[in-house]
């Protein structure tokens, strides 16, 4: 699937994919419990592997992410990681 072949709508003058990245299960705040949380922890343990998993969003034309991101340093380097491996912001 090419970038521009995802869906995308306009929000606020914004252009937006229409599916976007969460969070929570990145972070490790699964909501159903300790096991999950540190299994997401344990997985997600690295900007690479952050990286990784963004950079298959980001070949498949999902470039919007929300959360509490921008005060978490390791998801603003694994955003920044995955759009220098990409060359998508």
Known sequence: MSNDAFPRTIVGGVSLSRMIIGTNW????????????????????SKEAIADLLEVFLNNGVDTIMGIFSTIPLIQEAMNLAEDRTGKG
């Open 26 to 45: 990145i972070l490790g705040w699964s909501h159903t419990g300790a096991a999950a949380d540190t299994l997401i922890h344990n997985t997600n343990a």
